[in-house]
C-alpha cells in the first residue's frame, strides 16, 4: 500500500539533512573559537540544528508511515504516526519490523525532539523550544539562541537520531519494492 | 491458519499473536485491547486498543477516535489477501469525549458489546465493561 506521496516527504527530509549538517560544521567551529578564546564554547546555531533535526524526524516518520500505510492514517500528530507504523502486524524478517524495533529503542530521544516543537510565548511557562523565547527553570524569558539554551552534547544526540529516523525512512522506501509484506 | 470466511472469532489466534507483540512495544502504556465485530464489513478485523500515552487527548479532525488500516499481509493474512484489518487507538481522555459525543466508533464498540461479539484480548487497568459505563 504504498503512497506516492512518501517519497516526497522524504526528499524534503533529505535536504533538512543537509542543512543540518552544514550548520553543524559551522556551530562546531564557533564552539572551537570559543574555546580558543578560553570560554566555554557556543553557537547561536544550536537551536538550528535542533530545529532542522526536529523536522527530519518528523518528516522521516511521516515517510515511513505513508509508505507501509498509504494515504489512510489522516493524522496530524507525529507520536500517532509512530504509534500506527509500531502496530502494524509484522514478521521478523519484515521491513516494518525493523523499522518498529528502530523507534521502540529511540523512544525517549523522539520524545525528547518532538518535544521541541516551536511555541509562541504564552503565559509563564512557555516550554523550550527551537524557535521562539521561552521560560527556563528560574522562570525567566530567554531566546533559544542563547548561551547554555542548548548545548553541543544535547545538539549531537539530536542530530544522531534524525541520522537515525532518515536512515530507515531511506531503506523503507528503498525496500518496500522488494517486499511483498509492506 | 486463514479460515474460509474470516469472520468473528477466527482470527483469535492471529490477534493474540500481534497484541503480544503490541505489549512489547507499548508494555506500560497499552491498557485495554479488545477484538470486536461490528455490524459492517464483517470479514474485516477490528480490534480496539486504550493506550494512556496516546497525545492529544482529544479527538480527530474528523470528530472521532483515530482509525487505522492494514491491508492484509503475510504478517496478517487474510482470506484471498483481502480485507482489512482495523485498528482503533484512544486514550482515556479522548475516549471519554467520543462516549460524550456518542460517535460513530465509540456506538459501533458499544454495539459489538450488547451483542457478545467482543473479546477482551488483554486488560491492564481499564476493562471494557468500565470504559463503556
Not at chain 1, 507501509?68 to 496530524?76: A, D, L, P
Not at chain 2, 469472520?7 to 503480544?20: D, G, K, N, T
Not at chain 2, 455490524?39 to 492529544?56: I, K, M, N, P, Q
Request: hydrophobic fraction near 40%; include cysteine.
Amino acid at each position: 500500500m504504498a503512497s506516492l506521496f512518501a517519497h516526497v516527504w522524504l526528499e524534503q527530509a533529505l535536504s533538512d539533512m543537509r542543512v543540518a549538517t552544514l550548520l553543524l560544521q559551522i556551530a562546531e567551529a564557533d564552539a572551537a573559537k570559543d574555546a580558543g578564546a578560553g570560554v566555554e564554547g557556543h553557537s547561536d546555531l544550536y537551536c538550528q540544528i535542533a530545529s532542522k533535526c526536529q523536522q527530519v524526524v518528523e518528516k522521516g516518520i511521516k515517510a515511513i508511515c505513508l509508505e507501509f500505510m498509504g494515504s489512510t492514517v489522516s493524522s496530524h500528530s507525529v507520536d500517532r504516526y509512530i504509534k500506527t507504523i509500531c502496530l502494524a502486524p509484522a514478521r521478523r524478517n519484515d521491513v516494518v519490523y525493523y523499522v518498529q524495533n528502530a523507534l521502540k529503542s529511540n523512544r525517549a530521544d523522539i520524545r525528547n525532539i518532538i518535544a521541541l516543537v516551536p511555541r509562541s510565548p504564552e503565559g509563564d511557562k512557555t516550554p523550550k523550544n527551537t524557535e521562539y523565547p521561552y521560560h527556563n527553570a528560574s522562570g525567566s524569558l530567554v531566546a533559544p539562541a542563547s548561551r547554555n539554551a542548548f548545548l553541543l552534547n544535547e545538539i549531537k544526540i539530536h542530530y544522531r537520531l534524525a541520522g537515525v529516523i532518515l536512515g530507515r525512512a531511506k531503506t523503507s522506501i528503498a525496500l518496500a519494492k522488494f517486499n511483498p509484506t509492506v | 491458519m486463514v479460515t474460509a470466511t474470516g469472520v468473528y472469532p477466527e482470527y483469535l489466534e492471529q490477534i493474540e499473536r500481534l497484541v503480544e507483540r503490541h505489549l512489547e512495544n507499548f508494555n506500560e502504556t497499552l491498557e485495554l485491547v479488545v477484538y470486536y465485530a461490528p455490524e459492517h464489513d464483517t470479514t474485516d478485523v477490528f480490534l480496539f486498543e486504550l493506550l494512556t500515552d496516546f497525545e492529544s487527548g482529544s479527538l480527530e479532525e474528523q470528530g472521532d477516535i483515530l482509525e487505522v488500516l492494514y491491508g492484509a499481509t503475510p504478517a496478517f493474512p487474510m482470506p484471498d489477501m483481502k480485507g482489512n484489518l482495523h485498528i482503533i487507538l484512544t486514550s482515556p481522555a479522548e475516549l471519554h469525549e467520543a462516549k460524550r459525543k456518542n460517535t460513530r466508533l465509540y456506538q459501533e464498540l458499544k454495539t459489538a458489546y450488547t451483542q457478545g461479539k467482543t473479546w477482551e484480548i488483554y486488560t491492564g487497568d481499564y476493562s471494557l465493561e468500565e470504559v463503556l459505563k
